[in-house]
């Protein structure tokens, strides 16, 4: 089956550095969402890409979608306190609308 | 606006005893709902899904079961509690927007097993 996979699993990051996380997928996505739990909290969405090469910003986060509708990327222009937290990508499967979670990237920052 | 409700927030149940967790969405109609469970500090394990009223799949064989008896809401049972049963339950519904599913979750149950 399909399966979506996060690399680095940790990040831990000084504040005003930057910092970048992937994900990949054994099979080709229509779409690639990115979803933000915050400690003690639940997943909250973030952003949906759709387009192959896709780029999309929000403030200090820029997410990417491959060429090949496999792979995406999170990058964090310098980290701030508030961006602690764990960051999801999630794809639906081929043949269904149920999502793929990867196991995520939880980041850490050091003041 | 929609909204979806998850109780209790917290429990502590003693190893054998059952289990219902109930979920509910508002402001929505038809929605297809999930149940994941998220072990500490892991990844979200789908338990459940349904896309509607009576139809419940299963992804991984448990003792837990999941019922839908109303459009919005989703309840997650068991007979008999296991250690591994605790974790951080989570519901979420999603419509389907142009082919796009977008998951919104619900604040969660903290389930310990004693």
């Known amino acids: 089956g399909q399966q979506v996979m996060q690399i680095p699993q940790y990040q831990h990051v000084q504040e005003g550095e930057d910092f970048t996380t992937y994900c990949n997928s054994s099979?080709?996505?229509?779409?690639i969402q990115w979803y933000k739990q915050r400690p003690g909290g639940h997943p909250v969405f973030l952003i949906q890409?759709?387009?192959?090469?896709e780029v999309k910003k929000q403030k200090r986060l820029t997410f990417q979608f491959g060429e090949a509708k496999k792979n995406s990327s999170l990058h964090i222009t310098a980290t701030q306190t508030t961006d602690v937290g764990t960051y999801f990508c999630a794809g639906p499967g081929p043949n269904d609308y149920k999502l793929s979670f990867g196991a995520g990237t939880t980041v850490t920052v050091r003041a | 606006s929609q909204t979806i409700h998850q109780w209790p927030a917290t429990l502590v149940q003693p190893v054998g005893s059952p289990l219902s967790l109930e979920c509910t969405v508002e402001g929505t109609s038809n929605p297809n709902l999930y149940w994941y469970r998220q072990a500490a500090g892991r990844g979200l394990q789908l338990l459940f899904y349904?896309?509607?009223?009576?139809?419940i799949s299963s992804e991984v064989p448990q003792n837990l079961s999941a019922s839908r008896p109303q459009d919005r809401q989703f309840i997650l049972s068991s007979k008999k509690l296991l250690l591994s049963d605790s974790g951080f339950y989570l519901c979420?519904?999603?419509?389907?927007?142009?082919?796009?599913?977008?998951?919104?979750f619900g604040p969660g149950t903290r389930l310990l097993v004693l």
């Open positions: 979420a519904w999603s419509v389907l927007e142009q082919v796009r599913e977008t998951q919104y």
């Open positions: 890409l759709v387009k192959s090469g």
């Open positions: 099979t080709t996505l229509s779409n």
């Open positions: 349904s896309v509607g009223i009576g139809q």
